[in-house]
């Protein structure tokens, strides 16, 4: 089946610096999303990217899909102490499949 | 936009009891909807999913079972836990009416098996 090798697990960072992760896929992907999920909470959707090449932001966040669709990368500018959490990437199939494929999750701590 | 309740937000049970965990959907109608398991915190995999009422899929051989006997109801189920079915349940529904993927969460049931 599909898997997605999310890097890297774990990150420590202090207030104000920016954060970089990326996901790789075996195949190819039609949408790739990336979620947040604060402890003891379902994830919520941060960004979703629908189109080879397409770099999307939203706020401090910035994605990007890969050119050959078998990656994505998440940026995160000035951390905040509230962007703590678990971050994945999860791709799509698209048509008829039905499934989201999860990456094992990025746990971001940020020192203030 | 759509509301996923899910309940019980958490449960404690013995090993070779059964479970019974709900969620229900509002604001949409006829959705896929989706059981993903979150184990230790990290990784979500998924359990079923049903794209109607009495259709179910089911992702991973186990003890769990899922029904779907409403078009916004969908339970997760099993007649006798193990320890290792502990972990933070999660039900999900698409989060518009096009098949791109987006998903939307509820809040998560977290079953702790003892």
């Known amino acids: 089946g599909q898997q997605l090798n999310q890097s890297p697990q774990s990150m420590f960072i202090q207030e104000g610096e920016d954060v970089s992760m990326n996901c790789t896929s075996s195949?190819?992907?039609?949408?790739w999303l990336w979620y947040k999920q604060d402890p003891g909470e379902g994830p919520v959707l941060l960004i979703a990217l629908y189109k080879a090449g397409e770099l999307t932001s939203n706020g401090r966040l910035t994605a990007q899909f890969g050119i050959t669709r078998k990656d994505s990368f998440l940026n995160i500018s000035a951390s905040i102490p509230s962007d703590v959490g678990i971050y994945f990437c999860?791709?799509?199939?698209?048509?008829?499949?039905?499934?989201?494929?999860f990456g094992k999750g990025t746990l971001l701590t940020v020192n203030p | 936009s759509q509301t996923i309740h899910q309940w019980p937000a958490t449960l404690v049970q013995p090993v070779g009891s059964p479970l019974s965990l709900e969620c229900t959907v509002e604001g949409t109608s006829n959705p896929n909807l989706y059981w993903y398991r979150q184990a230790a915190g990290r990784g979500l995999q998924l359990l079923f999913y049903s794209v109607g009422i009495g259709q179910i899929s089911s992702e991973v051989p186990q003890n769990l079972s899922a029904s779907r006997p409403q078009d916004r109801q969908f339970i997760l189920s099993s007649k006798k836990l193990l320890l290792s079915d502990s972990g933070f349940y999660l039900c999900a529904c698409p989060a518009s009416g096009a098949n791109t993927g987006e998903l939307f969460f509820g809040e998560g049931s977290r079953l702790t098996v003892l």
């Open positions: 195949s190819i992907f039609n949408t």
């Open positions: 999860a791709g799509h199939g698209g048509g008829s499949n039905y499934k989201l494929t």
